[in-house]
């Protein structure tokens, strides 16, 4: 143990913290310091400030279109407005939120320190992949103000190639780019984990956040550039008319729909991996117990990322599909689920004979685990087949995506944000507060969409502008939920800002949690470590931290 | 077994006043441990970024062969569009050009400054010089009103003897009409290879700069290397593109 | 006390409609919501055992109880166990979904055709017996129909939620599906595929009838000729009827009872003539050329629309001998003095 302690910056504890006089955030001052940082903290601190500026605009997009839904009348805005509000929506909160949340903010932030390493293999190229996504941002806002896009977020050919004259190639363009910021955050991940982990630190040593990131920019780097691909073929398409995916010239548009699914399926594991890794941690920490079945939780991840190439003929069952793929891409559908299954119990497991405290994120990390139980069963509906045909394309499929993407995903986010807030920003939220904007959030999300589901089976179709009065009242309710979720996710904007400048001294370790990462000064400095740390034990290990603390007090003392 | 190397890397001591100093002037390199650890990351960052840019021509590729399996008529007669000659000619062009970057590599290797710009060079020219074959194809396709969109015409394929084709037998309109499947992929696909190529050639002119002021021959390869291997990445992506599109649909002359 | 008529609306109204499930108006319907049910199920029993462990847990282990955490490295036999039996249940759902995905999309035998063209934001339906309606479709009840649907420019979907059928309408190719009404009523139809402005102004109803009530509506329905007299008023005035006359010296195959046979192809390939395959060889002949006749046939691409294809290929459907073909052949050639006898392809 001695060895241990004697590597890892000794600071002191918690109830005398002050803030670190040097760290990562008055290291250099001004903004270019900013601008040109290779610093992947404050690259991450940059990429926080941009993906929560877009997920409030994609946010007034969705208030918008529930504001609409409240009457079954097409009377708030014109049809052309709102498809384009659900296509705006649906383009800033996939690919200018939910792909870069988590990696490109906590994953940025964390990877490095929890592997013992300065910074990511290449910092250079983490910054550039933040220009590339406010490129890819400032496009997506360009086409906004131009006057829209409205092609859905699935860029549905020939719809999106011959019948739609709005800023189609502007978007399109826009996702391009910010793939790329996709792609090169991922590749930065995968050279991390490979070359650049602490002495002593084995894969199976790590933290199971860096495996589900490790898993993430795998589907990352292989999936994107089909996706860019496939939306260079259809800007050719509109621009100069090739026709690849045109029917009146002998193109398939479904083989736009196999490039483009290929893509936007492993999406959706890119986007929730990483949430996954968030929870590990969480969890592992407030129960203070290592993770149930570490190698099957990091195991499953893997598990995940493989077959998650395999499965995105699932999304195309009533295309017509021949009916021996269709049944094959069911089969594997059902087995992707199984390694989720085996995540939520590991977790539920992980509780059991732990000392269990309810901190904020432990908050949220419950609100995940029960709002993504239920986005993924109702994926095994949508899974089987015959079920499939009548749920898609309703608000069934709406609210499945939404338990997953934001039931499970920005939960896992918040609580990933609350949970690294003090080791960012190096003070503390306030906890009441949280804790009822966590609350307010799951019960908000709850009111949204569980009455959608409801929606979906009695055959709503999705983006519609107006519908059959008789869903009026499913609608309101959704409606007044989205109100409620707004305010929850309004609440920590505004009291993360407050505790910036009043929330209590974090201290190095607040809550007491194993990773690497908490045993730095919060905020860290920029180097993270004065002196690379050897690692010699498990990651989740309390016992080595508990022995390290006493340690420390006799070093002190 | 990175993790052995780095332990087996002696730790210097660094007192703290240095590591400031460090931060205020970032070097690039601070933060890997060991000079072999930081060109281990960078040639596996560019392997990585090569497997993105094969699924990026991948899609490319899967398009191509679905395709060709369901209008091969039109595929073959398409492809007999194209002229070998010039694509063999650019295939020896683009070797050639990989052969100089290798000699370049090695060069930089050997810390030999002349040579490594002298061969930068010629690999830019033989690059520049495929562009312009290329330049002088696409612009036979445009004369002919081969290249896909409203002016797009097949006469050529419904009557080849009024176009002075005498090996070609006639297609029917709605084959014919398929041509232009096999065009939209040639220009996809060779557009989406010259692009690389641009971006490669302007590269290049920035390296073969810093290469003339000396920044790779004392030692630090790996843009030199990193480079070296894209730009063999181009020419193997070439080396499928040639068959694919001018060879093996391509019928007997007789 | 006083509730405000707004609220009281919203009440009255919520009381009125607050159907949970869909009529099930279709004989595919149950067997739909079996599956459903069960799934529910499930999914009820898998989150309430999920909450039940974490709030348990939560309870029988917070800190104020259990003040020191005993660590656990995991348990092979409980991940086995948690493994193999979602993996269990989602087989089940995997073979049960998949045997209700094949009764769905396989029509029966016996069942009507209607035909269904999508176009930006209208349905158009075809009877074959003439009857055109518009974002609208009659069904008798207690008999298979069958649509066979195609778009004629964006993808949408077809959609009755009541029967829980739905199938994408593809521009290019045929897509068919089924179903048995068996109550009669009037039903929503939707485009469920986002195809545009007006994507939720493409609805339209289905109405149910008792057979009686459908000859009624048939026979008073009629708009002009049958489909299939539209066809072979088209497959005379585009010179189809030139080769395809069954005579012996005929330059194009016989099509009189052609459909629902398998063709022998020129490449040796064996195919069913079904409407797809109909449709194809008008527009792309050259890929189909049966065996023994040259590829001569040109493209009608651009000449016949949608509903055009769609007569030629409910009249070659129907088609069962070339008499009146034979008829049209001698009255135009007696007509203008016929032309010299085309050469024989046919060996």
């Known amino acids: ?557 | 077994m990175d993790n052995t190397a780095a332990v087996a890397h002696p730790r210097e001591a660094v007192g703290l006043e240095e590591h400031t100093e460090h931060t205020f002037l970032p070097q690039h390199r601070h933060h890997f441990e060991t000079e072999a650890q930081q060109r281990e990351a960078g040639t596996f960052g560019m392997w990585l970024f090569l497997l993105t840019e094969i699924m990026f021509f991948g899609g490319l590729f899967f398009a191509y062969l679905l395709y060709r399996n369901w209008y091969y008529p039109a595929f073959a007669v398409a492809s007999n569009q194209l002229s070998v000659p010039l694509g063999g000619a650019n295939t020896v062009i683009l070797i050639t050009s990989g052969f100089c970057m290798a000699l370049g590599v090695w060069a930089a290797e050997v810390r030999n400054k002349g040579f490594l710009v002298i061969m930068l060079i010629l690999t830019t020219f033989f690059g520049l010089c495929f562009l312009g074959v290329k330049y002088v194809e696409y612009h036979e396709k445009w004369e002919k009103h081969h290249i896909p969109g409203p002016s797009f015409d097949i006469s050529e394929f419904v009557n080849p003897a009024a176009h002075g084709i005498t090996n070609e037998k006639p297609l029917p309109v709605d084959a014919a009409e398929r041509t232009q499947v096999f065009f939209s992929l040639y220009f996809a696909m060779t557009g989406m290879h010259a692009v690389h190529m641009i971006i490669g050639i302007c590269l290049l002119f920035w390296l073969t700069h810093r290469a003339y002021r000396g920044d790779f021959t004392t030692g630090y390869v790996a843009p030199i290397e990193n480079f070296g291997l894209y730009w063999h990445f181009v020419d193997i992506v070439w080396l499928f593109l040639f068959p694919l599109l001018y060879l093996i649909n391509r019928h007997p002359l007789h | 006390m006083h509730i405000s008529p707004v609220l009281w609306q919203f009440l009255v109204k919520w009381l009125n409609a607050s159907a949970l499930f869909p009529r099930e108006a279709s004989t595919i319907a149950p067997y739909t919501d079996a599956l459903y049910f069960f799934l529910l199920a499930i999914t009820i029993v898998g989150v309430t055992l999920v909450g039940g462990l974490v709030i348990g847990f939560s309870v029988r282990y917070r800190k104020e109880r259990n003040p020191v955490a005993t660590h656990i490295e995991g348990s092979t036999l409980l991940e086995a166990t948690w493994t193999i039996i979602p993996l269990a249940l989602f087989l089940i759902v995997f073979v049960w979904g998949a045997l209700l995905y094949f009764r769905i999309y396989t029509p029966p035998v016996n069942s009507m055709n209607v035909y269904i063209i999508g176009k930006q934001w209208m349905w158009k339906a075809e009877h074959p017996g003439g009857q055109h309606e518009i974002n609208a479709l009659h069904v008798p009840i207690g008999r298979p129909v069958q649509l066979t649907m195609i778009s004629q420019d964006v993808f949408h979907s077809f959609s009755i939620p009541d029967y829980r059928v739905k199938r994408e309408v593809i521009p290019g190719r045929y897509s068919t599906v089924w179903f048995e009404a068996t109550d009669p009523g009037t039903y929503h139809l939707f485009c469920t595929q986002y195809c545009g402005t007006l994507h939720a102004g493409m609805i339209g109803q289905i109405t149910a009838l008792s057979p009686e009530d459908y000859e009624k509506w048939t026979r008073e329905s009629v708009s002009g000729m049958s489909l299939a007299q539209n066809g072979e008023r088209l497959f005379n005035s585009l010179g189809c009827n030139a080769c395809h006359n069954g005579q012996a010296a005929a330059r194009g195959p016989n099509l009189a009872g052609v459909y629902g046979s398998r063709v022998q192809q020129a490449d040796g390939s064996q195919v069913l003539v079904n409407d797809a395959y109909l449709r194809d060889t008008i527009l792309n002949p050259s890929q189909h050329v049966v065996a023994g006749y040259a590829p001569i046939m040109p493209t009608y691409q651009g000449q016949v629309s949608e509903d055009g294809l769609i007569d030629l290929v409910e009249y070659i459907k129907n088609l069962q001998t070339n008499y009146r073909n034979e008829q049209t052949l001698t009255t135009s050639q007696s007509n203008q003095a016929a032309t010299a006898a085309p050469g024989t392809v046919k060996p």
């Open chain 1, 1 to 557: 143990m001695s060895a241990t302690s004697s590597t890892i910056v000794n600071l002191p504890d918690q109830s005398s913290a002050t803030l670190p006089k040097r760290n990562y955030l008055n290291n250099e001052h001004g903004l270019m310091s900013w601008l040109l940082t290779g610093d992947h903290k404050r690259i991450a601190i940059l990429y926080l400030i941009s993906i929560t500026f877009f997920f409030f605009i994609g946010g007034f997009f969705a208030g918008m279109i529930r504001l609409e839904l409240l009457t079954p009348q097409p009377d708030l805005m014109a049809s052309d407005t709102y498809n384009k509000m659900f296509s705006l929506h649906g383009i800033i909160m996939i690919f200018l939120f939910l792909v870069p949340s988590v990696p490109a903010t906590l994953g940025n932030f964390l990877i490095p320190i929890m592997l013992g390493a300065r910074d990511l293999a290449f910092p250079k190229i983490n910054l550039l992949s933040w220009y590339l996504y406010l490129i890819g941002g400032t496009l997506t806002l360009a086409a906004l103000v131009l006057g829209g896009v409205d092609t859905g977020w699935t860029f549905t050919t020939p719809l999106s190639t011959h019948y739609l004259n709005t800023h189609v190639v502007t978007a399109a363009t826009a996702i391009f780019i910010a793939g790329f910021s996709s792609i090169f955050t991922g590749l930065n991940f995968i050279v991390t984990v490979h070359r650049m982990r602490a002495p002593g630190m084995t894969w199976f040593r790590m933290p199971l956040f860096v495996w589900s990131h490790y898993a993430a920019s795998v589907l990352m780097v292989l999936g994107t550039p089909v996706l860019a691909i496939t939306l260079v073929l259809v800007a050719l398409e509109r621009t100069i008319g090739i026709g690849v995916f045109d029917p009146s010239k002998g193109g398939d548009p479904l083989l736009f729909q196999h490039l483009f699914w290929f893509y936007s399926h492993p999406a959706v594991y890119i986007m929730i991996l990483p949430g996954f890794g968030v929870i590990s941690e969480v969890i592992s920490t407030f129960s203070r117990k290592r993770v149930f079945g570490y190698t099957a939780v990091a195991f499953s991840s893997v598990a995940i990322a493989v077959f998650g190439f395999f499965v995105w003929a699932h999304h195309m069952f009533i295309m017509g599909v021949s009916n021996y793929s269709a049944l094959v891409f069911s089969l594997l559908t059902m087995l992707v689920a199984v390694p989720s299954a085996i995540k939520i119990f590991n977790w539920s497991f992980t509780l059991q004979k732990g000392s269990i405290t309810f901190e904020t994120p432990m908050l949220y990390a419950f609100g995940f685990i029960g709002l993504f139980t239920i986005g993924g069963m109702t994926g095994v509906f949508l899974g089987g087949l015959g079920m499939d045909i009548h749920l898609t394309e309703t608000y069934f499929i709406v609210a499945h995506f939404h338990f997953v993407m934001v039931g499970g995903m920005l939960m896992a986010f918040l609580a990933g944000v609350h949970f690294w807030w003090p080791k960012m920003t190096g003070r503390m939220y306030p906890e009441s507060l949280s804790k009822l904007a966590a609350v307010t959030t799951f019960i908000g999300f709850n009111l949204t969409f569980l009455p959608q589901f409801i929606l979906g089976y009695l055959g709503m179709p999705r983006r519609y502008h107006a519908y059959p009065p008789e869903f009026q009242v499913l609608n309101v309710l959704s409606t007044a939920g989205a109100t409620v979720l707004g305010v929850g996710y309004l609440m920590p904007l505004i009291y993360l800002g407050w505790s910036l400048k009043y929330g209590a001294i974090a201290g190095n370790n607040p809550w007491q949690a194993t990773g690497l990462e908490w045993q730095i000064q919060s905020p860290p400095l920029t180097e993270n470590f004065i002196e690379i740390p050897i690692v010699d034990h498990e990651a989740y290990d309390y016992e080595w931290l508990a022995n390290k603390t006493v340690n420390e007090v006799t070093t002190v003392g």
